[in-house]
């Protein structure tokens, strides 16, 4: 072969190398997109009042990814201000969808929710690839599908970046992870002037105080093999009211525990805004094993159906701190769990403080939920007005 | 759920303190799971409990905030002192210590305080007890959960010994470990399968 001959061959195969690569990025490119773009349409239920942002609390969220949707149900009448925080972490599904479901069902008749359904909508805007994480998951409705962003743990680094070498947590300067910046799990109290999620919390801080919300609810999900599972975090205000939701529903209807926050670990919920304000908080949190490393295929049936041979395989050899048998932990479940503990919470908190009363009608019990499914509870947007349907 | 809006009606009209309505309520409940459950067989030689008790936990497990719900609901005098000393025990009264097992920190990080010293805290405040005539409960209320690993192991293996009376959910004696303490140490000793249970245990075991 002649030099110049070898030296068009070298081209040609950069050249097709250069066009496959650019073809992935394409693909890729558009698939992310697509992602970051979906709108998951929320019908707004007979409880909703209105629907605000989170920037009316605190400007500069204006025009950012997590300027979220704040859904005001007001009764009208005197009572608590209760805030409950869906999509703290979305790669917990059931949290936003319980939150979804207070929404669209929800209907106080004293006193005053607040719901945020995507509190780290960034993080909602970004999945995990490497780690085979579904880009969607779907919930199954009398009308159709229902089709949800499949999210992270951790904003998405196209809104917040880069992070620091090293996360010093404002303002107690306890040194988190790097990446610990960009979950909003760890940016509380926040700050005006930080980073997106810092700014975030900020955010939701100044709606907290302004608002004068007396109760914070926190949805999570967590893996089996992590020991804060199936319980209830609290902060140490209302750590009463924990334990007797914990024994009445361990009692009646399923196993939930309790835990009193630690008070030197900063930048959770059940310390900060306890300790940052008049309100008190408590998280929940309720299994999930597609979150479990030990765990088989990462698709969407794992995701909606708990039910994993290698998660119930490191049951069986002591590994897990949380019960799986072939059942799995269903999505249904999951809700339910949270949906319940929030139900029980509003009966004990009226009993403590009967004169801040928070009463709701409208939400199905654990045992219905479980039966009949999440998607029974969400309203086809179609078949509403218009000004009754929101976007996350 | 009747029960619960005839209460309900009572605290609005102002009646009962709201604590004392929230307690009768989880008693309600506690009657109707009595009513299925089995009966907690107490057993023989119990020591002559009364209040006011003093509560604390050795590793700052929450199991003490579920026994002072309780003791408020069966009117049972109880303080709940994450870190009581020796000088916390004189500074009343007591009658009765209950120190309960099992240790928080479970993924959350430290809650700042070392488990050594933990112990080395409730081991004086069991000895002074015991000096002063102040029965002691060691209970581990919360079952399997709060026996899942070595710190755990440590606050219970620690405790139990030292107990005039025990008190231990079912679901962490698998391994037979409270039964034989108790029957090696001749400590009595009562079994719950969950924290409700103690709403009836309490009213029998403690004399006003
Ligand atoms: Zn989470």
């Known amino acids: 072969m002649k030099k110049s001959e070898q030296g068009k061959t070298l081209i040609a195969a950069k050249a097709a190398g250069l066009v496959a690569w650019a073809a992935v990025m394409v693909f890729a490119g558009v698939a992310f997109r697509q992602h970051r773009a979906w709108k998951e349409p929320v019908v707004l239920g007979p409880g909703v009042t209105a629907v605000r942002s989170l920037h009316e609390w605190f400007a500069p969220l204006k025009g950012t990814e997590n300027d979220c949707n704040v859904y005001v149900l007001d009764s009208g009448l005197p009572g608590s201000t209760i805030l409950v925080l869906g999509g703290t972490h979305p790669e917990e599904p059931a949290t936003n969808l319980a939150a979804e479901l207070l929404v669209e069902n929800a209907k106080p008749t004293s006193g005053k929710l607040l719901v945020a359904i995507h509190t780290n909508r960034s993080a909602s805007t970004v999945t995990r690839p490497g780690e085979a994480y579904p880009q969607f998951y779907s919930i199954k409705t009398a009308w159709g599908q229902k089709k949800y962003r499949m999210g992270d743990r951790s904003a998405n680094p196209l809104d917040s970046w880069p992070d620091p070498e090293t996360y010093v947590h404002y303002p107690s300067g306890q040194m988190l992870a790097y990446m610990d910046i960009r979950n909003i799990n760890r940016t509380w109290p926040g700050r005006p002037n930080g980073l997106l999620c810092e700014r975030t919390s900020y955010g939701f801080m100044q709606m907290i105080r302004k608002e004068k919300v007396d109760l914070v609810i926190d949805y999570h999900e967590a893996e089996l093999e992590y020991p804060v599972i199936g319980t209830i975090v609290a902060h140490q205000k209302a750590q009463e009211v924990a334990a007797m939701v914990s024994m009445d529903l361990s009692a009646s209807q399923f196993r939930i525990g309790m835990e009193v926050s630690p008070r030197t670990l900063h930048g959770l919920t059940h310390r900060e805004i306890g300790d940052f304000s008049d309100a008190t908080a408590l998280l929940f949190e309720s299994p999930e094993p597609f979150l479990d490393r030990v765990r088989g295929a990462t698709n969407e049936a794992l995701l909606l159906t708990g039910v994993d041979e290698f998660v119930q395989r490191a049951g069986k050899a002591g590994l897990l701190y949380w019960p799986i048998d072939e059942k799995g932990w269903p999505i249904e479940v999951r809700v339910g769990r949270h949906i319940a503990t929030t139900s029980k919470v509003f009966e004990v908190w009226n009993l403590l403080y009967p004169e801040k009363p928070i009463a709701v009608d409208g939400l199905p019990g654990y045992g219905d939920l479980a039966a009949k499914g999440v998607g029974a509870y969400f309203a086809d947007p179609a078949s509403v007005a218009k000004d009754r349907v929101a976007f996350e | ?208």
């Open chain 2, 1 to 208: 759920m009747r029960s619960i809006r005839i209460l309900d009606r009572a605290a609005r009209a102002g009646n009962p303190p709201a604590i004392a309505v929230a307690l009768a309520f989880i008693a309600a409940f506690a009657l109707c799971a009595a009513a299925g459950a089995q009966q907690n067989a107490l057993p023989k030689g119990l020591p002559e409990l009364k209040g006011p008790i003093l509560i604390t936990a050795c590793g700052q497990s929450p199991g003490g905030v579920y026994v002072k719900v309780v003791c408020r609901q069966v009117k049972l005098e109880a303080d709940l002192e994450e870190t009581a000393t020796v000088q916390t025990l004189g500074a009343r009264a007591y009658k009765t210590l209950i120190v309960i097992t099992g240790t928080s920190l479970k993924g959350m990080g430290s809650a700042g305080v070392e488990l050594s010293d933990e112990i080395k805290r409730c081991t004086e405040l069991v000895k002074k007890a015991k000096a002063s005539g102040v029965k002691v409960i060691v209970a581990q209320v919360e079952g399997a959960s709060r026996r899942v690993d070595e710190s755990d192991e440590q606050s219970i293996r620690s405790m139990t010994p030292l107990a005039d009376l025990l008190i231990t959910h079912n679901q962490a004696n698998k391994d037979g470990y409270f039964t034989k303490t108790a029957a090696e140490k001749k400590i009595p000793q009562i079994f719950i399968d969950q924290q409700l249970d103690l709403v009836k245990i309490f009213p029998q075991i403690f004399s006003k």
